[in-house]
């Protein structure tokens, strides 16, 4: 077969393509080794994906360079790009074959086909921006057209989503509405799981001209710095010239090693230092290792790891429900810091252990 055959094999189909586990069912019977790796790029995926027990291992591409630390060549691992029999499944949206068939210098390419449901597209035929308006619009117009019977209505697509960026002038993230890629689109689709009409709230020739092919990979828009620091660690100190399947630009890079160097994490010349080292052995980012180092110096490590929990979590820990906004905002004010957001967050995780224990004090006391 041309899996057995071949050192390395492309896969690609629709971004809702639902083969990845009979794919890996498939490797599992037929290779013999003690563990199969397969890398997901978030760490919720992973979690999900992996059980207690199996011969899948299943984890993320940050874990897989931390082993990259302590066993350079994979030696504790069948997997070896010095071995013949190294076998290496790349699974990916239609869009992005040509990328990894050139970046992959031997192997095959197979395409999945997607489900058999058919989904109509409908366009707008001039643009306009009251999505709302014309969502509730387009909602009562299928009402009102279509014929006896239940209609079911999952979501309405204004081919926008919150876009993260790191910007390495300003040396920050910038989140902003963006439209999504084509991919995503496709994607968004199919969601419902059945054949339908999917009504897109822009027009054809947006999604011919503004969105792109598929959706940038999160190395092009991210910050380095974590990543030049574990990649200096295995020894790789030429990080610009890495051949990376997606290259980022030469400024992200300039930007990560410039602020690896005022943490005191690489020489003037880029060595990595010792408290690099030390600072690579922890899966935080590197300006929370920084921070945690200081907080222990100075007797304030609870307050530091408090506030590096609430900023890891995608939601902000005060919230603004849309409804009741005015009074959510009049309620934080008794948590405010004006000279940080950080202490503003950890004054309200504060209130809420202390809103918990008294909880717990009551209860207690009524039993």
Known sequence: MAFQESFSTRLSGEIDSDHIDQILNFVLFDQHEPAIACTQSLRN??????????????????????????????????????????????????????????????????????????????????????????????????????????ILIFLTDSGLAIDTRFNPRAGIEIQSMAPISQAEARYRARQAGRSGVCYRLYTKSDFDEVLLPTVLPPILVSDLSELVLQLKVIGINDVANFDFVDKPHPEVF????????????????????????????????????????????????????TIAATKSVRNYILTRPSATRQAADLAHQQFSCPMSDHITGLNAFHAYLDTEASSDHSDALQS
């Not at 390419?109 to 409908?122: E, L, M, T």
């Not at 014309?134 to 117009?141: D, F, G, I, P, S």
Request: with cysteine; charged share 25%.
């Open 45 to 150: 995926n992973a979690i999900s994906a992996a059980g207690d027990t199996s011969r899948l291992v299943y984890m993320t591409d940050v874990r897989l360079l931390e082993l990259a630390k302590s066993d350079v060549l994979f030696q504790k691992h069948s997997a070896v790009t010095s071995r013949l029999d190294l076998k290496v499944i790349v699974m990916s949206d239609t869009a992005n074959v040509s990328k990894f068939l050139g970046y992959f210098e031997r192997g095959v390419h197979f395409a999945i086909p997607s489900d058999s449901f058919q989904v109509d597209i409908r366009w707008l035929l001039d643009p306009d921006p009251n999505f709302l308006e014309l969502a509730v619009h387009t909602a009562k117009h299928i009402h009102e057209t279509t014929g006896d019977g239940d």
């Open 254 to 305: 300039l930007r990560a090693l410039e602020d690896l160097h005022a943490m005191g994490y690489l020489t003037d010349v880029g060595v990595i230092t010792e408290r690099g080292h030390k600072a690579a052995r922890l899966p935080v980012h590197p300006l929370w290792y920084n921070a945690l180092e200081r907080a222990h110096e100075l007797g304030c490590s609870d307050e530091i790891i």
